[in-house]
């Protein structure tokens, strides 16, 4: 009889990877019975997915508080162990701008000054469980379960609280459980929400540093997989045909394109400015060099604001802009939710560019999938849009250090030098790509078109 898995997807970060990849077709070609537990807004049966709707899913009013107490309370204990100060770099501002953000920022201050320990931390996290026990969600969750009875439980994200319960449920049931990491740079960020039987990573790299950031985690309770994010681009059925690519887009057929990625407002304020300096030095190597270069200009998917208006008005005659085909479902930057439609709008984009500028994002692994440059701002402008943020402060990160060469992107450390710099990746820099590809290697597991079928094996051995 087919073991019966349930995916959760609490909420729509997951949805890239488990839904729009080739994961679901390789656990039906395992002959798994697969059911998505599905908290997203997302219509799974139009894609012909078995699914179950979680409805009404509420975590206790005191969780948000006692989550956010756990990760400063991590992060202080990192700083004692280690003395590195990059730690602090991962807190948010506290808010109190409403009575009820008011409260919850409060009581997580009181609860970090009293806790902030190991011992402490052990008595929050028991606390986190003890009071999502008692919810609504929970009772729910387990009456799921209970009908249902699958042989594992499979969480697509460590981050949301909304995970909890359901985790929780499936261990009262003594179901087997397990959780995703879901991005590179996620266990130094101290965002681990749940806690499973089983730890699915992208490296050996991620592996040692769960081991490290949760020593109660052993090792025989992690499986290195890679991630499913990067298989899409080795699929040429994802690759939208030149001529009509560059006619839905209106991109200029005589053309060569660079793509600027954009980032969030948080990550980086002065993305505008850094778009406009690129925009300067394409103009002025079309100019010097008689060349006929473009830019493509893909926006962070979670960034809907109007910051980028003027530069993009202002070079209309050079800057293409291509969003990403993502759904607004609510304000929260996780209720914007990908579409299978960006999954190959996002391998196209790269496949129909030479290099991608940005700022420090991984974007410099989607493009080594295609052998393609990377380029790195690196310089602060002039008039900040907040002079607490610098392009430092970024690449001071913890997820940085694991670069095995600074030859890995080409890094623009002035503005003045971005044409040349730019000039150095359109000759096809093999050097760079050597060491990108070398440092993808140390993020994600060789092999990166095996990621889905090396996660089934792995629940294969689990549910067995």
Same mark, same amino acid.
């Given at each position: ?76 204990? +990192? ?179 660079? &793509? ?39 926006? &962070? ?56 500028? +940005? ?9 080594? &999938?295609?052998?393609?440059? &990377? ?90």
């Amino acid at each position: 009889m087919p073991k019966k898995i349930f995916i959760l997807l609490p909420d729509g970060v997951g949805l890239r990877n488990f839904a729009f990849s080739n994961f679901y077709k390789t656990g039906l070609e395992k002959k798994f019975d697969i059911t998505y537990w599905n908290n997203t807004p997302f219509d799974l049966l139009s894609l012909g997915f078995k699914e179950i709707k979680i409805n009404n899913a509420k975590s206790s009013p005191l969780t948000d508080s006692y989550k956010n107490a756990r990760k400063h309370i991590e992060l202080n204990l +990192n700083i004692r162990r280690e003395n590195d100060k990059v730690y602090d770099t991962y807190r948010f501002p506290f808010a109190y701008k409403s009575v009820k953000g008011a409260f919850k920022s409060y009581f997580a201050r009181f609860l970090i000054s009293l806790y902030n320990s190991d011992r402490g931390l052990i008595k929050v996290k028991s606390k986190i469980k003890s009071i999502e026990k008692k919810t609504d969600f929970y009772k729910q969750c387990l009456q799921t379960l209970e009908r249902e009875r699958p042989n594992f439980v499979f969480c697509t994200n460590q981050r949301p609280v909304l995970a909890i319960a359901p985790l929780l449920a499936a261990k009262e049931l003594k179901i087997p459980t397990g959780t995703f990491i879901f991005s590179w740079d996620n266990l130094p960020k101290a965002t681990m929400v749940v806690e499973t039987d089983y730890y699915f990573v992208w490296s050996e790299h991620m592996k040692s540093e769960l081991l490290k950031y949760y020593p109660d985690i052993k090792e025989k309770q992690i499986f290195v997989v890679g991630t499913p994010q990067f298989e899409s681009h080795f699929d040429e059925k994802n690759l939208i045909d030149k001529v009509q690519f560059f006619n839905h887009y209106k991109l200029d057929l005589n053309k060569k394109y660079i &793509c600027y990625s954009g980032d969030d407002i948080t990550t980086c304020p002065d993305d505008p400015q850094y778009l406009s300096d690129v925009a300067d030095a394409v103009r002025k190597i079309n100019e010097q060099d008689n060349k006929s270069l473009g830019l493509i200009f893909r926006r &962070c998917p979670v960034d809907f604001s109007n910051r980028f208006d003027e530069v993009l008005a202002r070079n209309k005659d050079l800057i293409v802009p291509i969003s990403p085909i993502w759904e607004k479902i609510g304000e929260q930057w996780n209720t914007i939710l990908p579409t299978k439609e960006d999954v190959k709008l996002h391998a196209s984009t790269i496949f129909h560019t030479e290099m991608v500028v +940005n700022l420090g994002s991984s974007m410099v692994f989607d493009y080594a &999938c295609f052998k393609k440059p &990377c380029a790195y701002i690196n310089y602060d402008v002039p008039n900040r849009v907040s002079e607490k943020w610098s392009v430092s402060k970024i690449y001071n990160y913890m997820h940085f250090r694991s670069m095995p060469s600074k030859k890995a992107v080409i890094w623009l450390n002035s503005v003045d030098e971005i044409a040349d710099k730019i000039r150095l990746g359109l000759e096809g820099n093999n050097e760079t790509i050597e060491h990108a590809q070398q440092w993808f290697e140390i993020i994600n597991q060789s092999s990166p078109t095996k990621a889905s079928n090396r996660i089934w094996e792995a629940i294969e051995l689990i549910a067995d």
